[in-house]
């Protein structure tokens, strides 16, 4: 069975920094586009960034641009996406999400979310 | 532009048939794919590539598209579609995704 499990969501202040993984289970990883999409509590969808199967192509939301990082470990089947500077607008839930096999946008396996709280 | 335009919320009698669209530049260039959110849950798949069906999904919800709209379409909505409905696409620089606002659908 496909399964993205993410972690490492808590409490932050503004300011500070955060990194989650997202682990993958039942594909073959290294073929596949992993993005990061965030919800903030009562919001919609926000599309934060992608990084490619062989981790050289990497994008970013403009919203997030300079202050996140992604990177993967093929060996580990994970995804991580190291956040700075973290402020108040980072609050969300932030979901791993597959690519289905047609490509990117079509994201067809999400995780349930880990959820990062930055408060002042 | 980057934006993709949803109505926010939309009500369709049980049985009924009802669409969703979403309206941006980027979608006479791209795809559209839809995705069915539950409250507490992770977005579901439902429409990739405009108008295929992802696995699992009831032959009831279509997916269309012309110009800078794309639309999904439920025939008979089940008291089980009531949900909130995003649209994602390509933005128009084509290397970042951008979702619509989303679209709560009732099933009345």
């Known amino acids: 069975e496909v399964h993205l499990e993410e972690s490492g969501g808590v409490e932050v202040r503004p300011g500070g920094s955060l990194k989650l993984s997202c682990a993958a289970s039942?594909?073959?990883?290294?073929?596949?586009?992993i993005h990061w999409v965030r919800q903030a509590p009562g919001k919609g969808l926000e599309w934060v960034s992608l990084?490619?199967?062989?981790?050289?192509?990497?994008f970013y939301s403009e919203s997030v641009k300079g202050r996140f990082t992604v990177s993967r470990d093929n060996r580990k089947n994970s995804v991580y996406l190291q956040m700075n500077s973290l402020t108040t607008e980072d609050t969300a839930l932030y979901y791993c999400?597959?690519?289905?096999?047609?490509?990117?946008?079509?994201?067809?396996?999400w995780g349930r979310g880990t959820l990062v709280t930055v408060f002042s | 532009s980057s934006e993709l335009i949803q109505v926010p919320a939309v009500s369709v009698a049980l049985g009924r048939s009802v669409s969703i669209t979403c309206q941006g530049d980027?979608?006479?260039?791209?795809?559209a794919s839809w995705y069915q959110q539950k409250p507490g849950q992770a977005p579901t798949l439902v429409i990739y590539?405009?108008?295929n069906r992802a696995s699992g999904i009831p032959g009831r919800f279509s997916g269309s598209g012309s110009g800078n709209t794309a639309s999904l379409t439920i025939t008979g909505a089940q008291a089980e579609d009531e949900a909130d409905y995003y649209c994602?696409?390509?933005?128009?620089?084509?290397?970042?995704?951008?979702f619509g606002g989303g679209t709560k659908l009732t099933v009345l």
């Open positions: 980027s979608l006479s260039m791209y795809y």
């Open positions: 990084i490619g199967r062989d981790g050289s192509q990497r």
């Open positions: 039942g594909f073959t990883f290294e073929k596949f586009t």
């Open positions: 590539n405009k108008y």
């Open positions: 994602n696409s390509r933005d128009s620089s084509g290397s970042r995704l951008v």
């Open positions: 999400a597959k690519e289905h096999s047609s490509g990117w946008p079509n994201l067809d396996t």
